[in-house]
């Protein structure tokens, strides 16, 4: 039976307030067949759930193309929702019936429907000086039956929306972060419950945010503006068909709310004693309010709401309440988390309760802070003094695990405490467990790493006062991040923030958003997340409009590279991180030992050669064939300048090889000396790595890509510095920015810069599902369409299990070895795709698939002896195979 599940419009599920004017419709097939293949489908857009009254038909298409179909010739509207069905056929003649309903609602497409204006509180309300975060409000009738209602809103800041005494929405941190002098983002909220006839009360908290808050270091502060503004658009459709506005306007009023301070870095101080009951509620009385004033700002920055936004994602019970040997009070959460804690006190009107954050504790066992710098991250509350009060902010978030009371009493209980978890609500894929207990904790380290920092940008750390989009460590770990959730959103909001403030030249900052001085561009490896992201994008996903809209960034970093310097074939001018953190570093700096013109260069070669292959798929064989063309002549000029006549690397760092190697750009007798240079490096180091940012996420990958997995599971289980396990055995709960951050002594790396969440080194992730369990795309068929299933097996594992929920469906890679030699292998392929499986050092004769010889197989197109094992061309299903090596 073939059924259409999972309907997708831009990747997610029935959006509401989208303005995407070309939207694309994904859905996947479910089946009980094997090697089910699409042959057609049928989509239809409707004006609503029944379907009598069609607004686009496709007619039956013959095309097996299940995911970010354009509805071509389709014109939408703002403010309007759309429904939509699919019908499919497979290649056997199967028919579904049509799948259910599913739906898009567009925002407001164009700045002329904007009615409303923006609104700031005055400083007779707050001071120019003044911390205090307002709150404004506005009432408005309702005077018959409504149909429904939408608010669309944003702010210079942050906002929280309340309608009649209820919070608005299940966002946090909105509008979230953009690049605001480009882009400021709005939300679209369905209301439609929250109103009744008769009066009604709309009114919204505002919070500095990153637009007004302290920002990257030394005290920076309002990067952005120095005024919070809210601005509000409401529509009302009644049943009669009629329509009326709510907008933000000088009729609105505002005051100062308890929240006497509320910064990202530094936490939250909130007065319960003055909070004004019920203030978005009827009958209150705002007679002394203050009428809001009228602030310019440009409305051609507004889009609608790109990735998903910050949710409460789960929340953390408390594992432990002791005494330091300081004597103060703390609480262990038993994980490294971001966001915040959730607390019920008592006592009298005007006591002070204090929640300081922090992720570890120091070697005595005493609440340490000096990791996060001059970040505060802590909660100030003052109570009212009216029994249990409980309180949680609202703009603010900490990274922390550990958390120190002060002003509670002797008697705190453990159940007054709750973490609560917040991040980007981006859609769980992937799941990797393994025989060995410290390698499931590194993962789950590494999937806290990206909970941790993908708060609507992808963050380097999460609690010292830096919390900046740094490009390298994104471009690093993506793909990692691609095995763990559904980061297309997330990558494809960030990604037009780059672009948004690329500089004309095309260097590329090293923040995204830019929020740091006017030198800091464009250092190699950083500045080229400009092409590796969106490349990545389109190979997880399938996403070819992603390499179109960011093809002119993408061509213009590559045009910066080429200008500098005298040589546009080498790039061996201005500043970079080089191989940041590497471990062969020179005493008294960051920065590892690999030439960083050699980093430079390699890296300007990849980005050409993922320029190239993007031109070509976007229609540009003229630019492909020019790319193509410039490749060859930086491969040669590396050659030239790096490697030696008789195939030698003339930089020798693990970092080096790994680059060369993983980048294509040795070859014979050079790529075999690279490949025996880096086994003699760490033979050297006895098995331990001393790659930097650079060179880590790509040096497993390399080994095992080049017939050294042994080499790359024996780093992978090393358990002394410097190691990933390393740091499980110290406890961690998350990935650190220093291999050492906690010394074997219980001292730490440094003050400075030793965060203890940190994801880049979390890259290892990526070796772990596309290696170990061996679940990869093939690049010529991306997004899974055609898969790889290629398990490297080894010594030290019996088994893996790695899935991953891709846009056609869910894959499977579980395998399993015995001390005999018998290999288990359990295989799930989705429908509308097919995969190449490598049955690693299995004979052809002695393979069986549930019982079955290969060619008694259904499903199996092809079976053939390789070198490295049986490798078969399979369609989609469920298989079980089992061999003898």
């Known amino acids: 039976m073939l059924e259409i599940i999972k309907q997708r419009c831009e990747y997610k599920e029935n959006p509401v ?42 007619g039956k298409v013959e095309s097996d193309q299940s995911i970010h179909v354009e509805l071509i010739g389709f014109n939408i509207v703002s403010c309007k929702r759309y429904h939509y069905r699919i019908k499919g056929w497979d290649t056997k003649g199967a028919e579904s019936s049509w799948s259910e309903g599913a739906y898009w609602e567009t925002g407001i497409l164009d700045v002329s429907e904007w009615k409303a204006k923006w609104i700031s509180a005055p400083e007779q309300v707050i001071a120019a000086d003044s911390e205090q975060c307002p709150i404004v409000r506005t009432s408005f009738g309702v005077g018959r039956k409504v149909r429904q209602a939408r608010i669309y809103a944003t702010a210079l800041g942050l906002y929280e929306l309340e309608l009649n005494g209820k919070r608005v929405g299940d966002s946090y941190f909105t509008p979230g972060w953009t690049s605001y002098r480009n882009r400021l983002q709005v939300q679209t909220y369905d209301v439609t419950d929250f109103l009744r006839e008769g009066d009604n009360v709309l009114g919204a908290w505002l919070g500095n945010g990153w637009y007004k808050g302290n920002l990257a270091w030394e005290g920076n502060k309002a990067l952005y503006g120095d005024r919070l503004a809210l601005f509000v658009q409401m529509t009302i459709s009644y049943e009669d068909g009629s329509e009326v506005t709510v907008v933000s306007d000088e009729t609105w009023k505002a005051a100062a709310s308890p929240i006497l301070m509320s910064e990202i870095y530094h936490g939250e101080t909130y007065d319960a004693r003055l909070e004004l009951a019920d203030w978005s509620s009827i009958g209150f009385d705002d007679e002394s309010w203050k009428s809001v004033e009228l602030v310019e700002q440009s409305l051609d920055i507004l889009i609608s709401q790109e990735n998903d936004p910050v949710r409460k994602i789960e929340e953390i019970r408390t594992i432990a309440l002791f005494r330091t040997p300081l004597d103060e009070t703390v609480i262990d959460m038993g994980q490294n988390m971001v966001g915040w804690l959730r ?40 109570l009212k003094g009216q029994g249990r009060e409980t309180y949680e902010p609202r703009f603010t978030f900490q990274g922390f695990r550990y958390v120190r009371l002060i002003g509670f009493g002797d008697s705190v209980r453990l159940e007054d405490f709750t973490g609560v978890v917040l991040h980007t609500d981006m859609v769980s894929t992937g799941s990797f467990q393994c025989s060995d207990p410290l390698i499931n904790q590194l993962q789950h380290n590494i999937e806290w790493g990206l909970k941790g920092n993908f708060l609507d940008v992808p963050t380097d750390c999460p609690q010292r006062d830096e919390r900046l989009g740094w490009t390298g460590d994104a471009q690093m770990f993506i793909r990692t991040a691609g095995y763990l959730k559904n980061v297309a959103p997330f990558f494809t909001k960030w990604s037009r923030d780059l672009k948004a403030d690329q500089r004309e030249d095309g260097g590329v900052p090293f923040v995204i958003p ?23 994008i389109y190979l997880c996903y399938g996403d070819k409009r992603i390499l179109e809209e960011q093809y002119e960034s993408m061509q213009a970093w590559v045009a910066y590279i080429r200008s500098q310097g005298d040589n546009e074939y080498l790039w061996n001018t201005g500043f970079h991180f080089g191989d940041w953190l590497g471990l062969d570093s020179k005493p008294d700096t960051y920065i590892g030992a690999t030439d960083r013109d050699y980093i430079a260069t390699a890296f300007y070669a990849y980005s050409v050669s993922l320029l190239r292959k993007s031109a070509a798929i976007i229609g540009k064989p003229d630019d492909a064939k020019a790319y193509g063309e410039l490749y060859e002549r930086i491969v040669t000029a590396f050659t030239e300048e790096f490697v030696t006549p008789s195939g030698r690397l003339s930089v020798s760092t693990q970092t080096a090889q790994v680059l060369g190697l993983m980048f294509g750009l040795l070859e014979g007798k050079a790529k075999e000396r690279a490949v025996a240079k880096l086994m003699e490096l760490l033979e050297e180091s006895k098995f331990h790595l001393t790659t930097g940012f650079v060179g880590t996420p790509y040096l497993n990958l ?75 795309t093939d690049e010529e068929q991306v997004g899974y369409k055609r898969i790889s299933i290629r398990p490297q097996l080894g010594e030290g594992l019996a088994w893996a299990d790695g899935r991953l929920e891709t846009m056609y469906g869910e894959i499977r890679s579980f395998w399993k070895k015995s001390d005999a030699g018998a290999i288990e292998l359990q295989v799930s392929i989705p429908p509308n795709t097919t995969a190449k499986i490598i049955l690693p050092d299995a004979k052809l004769e002695s393979v069986t698939e549930d019982g079955l010889l290969l060619d008694q197989v259904t499903g199996i197109a092809s079976a053939e002896q390789a070198a490295t094992g049986v490798q078969l061309t399979a369609g989609s299903g469920n298989y079980h195979f089992n061999w003898q090596i």
């Not at 929020?515 to 997340?529: E, R």
């Not at 920015?737 to 219980?746: N, T």
């Open 17 to 58: 307030g989208i303005d995407c004017v070309k939207p694309r419709i994904s859905w996947q097939l479910r089946s009980d067949e094997r090697s089910v293949i699409q042959a057609a489908y049928w989509i239809e857009v409707a004006e609503d759930a029944s379907f009598e009254n069609k607004l686009w038909d496709s």
């Open 702 to 776: 390399v080994l095992s890509n080049n017939g050294q997995h042994a080499a790359a599971l024996k780093l992978l289980f090393q358990q002394d510095y410097p190691s990933w396990l390393y740091q499980v055995t110290k406890g961690a709960t998350t990935i650190w920015e220093h291999w050492d951050g906690i010394k074997e002594d219980g001292s730490f790396w440094s003050k400075d810069m030793n965060s203890f969440n940190h994801y880049a080194y979390g890259a290892i992730g990526d070796w772990l599902y596309r290696v170990v369990a061996g679940i990869d």
């Open 514 to 536: 830019h929020v740091l001085d006017g030198n800091s561009y464009s250092s190699a490896a950083w500045g080229d997340a400009a092409v590796i992201c969106p490349w990545t």
């Open 343 to 382: 607390f019920t006190a008592q006592g009298e009107p005007g006591q002070e309760v204090q929640i300081h954050h922090a992720e570890v504790l120091d070697k005595e066992g005493n609440f340490y802070t000096d990791n996060i710098r001059s970040a505060k991250q802590t909660i100030r509350y003052v």
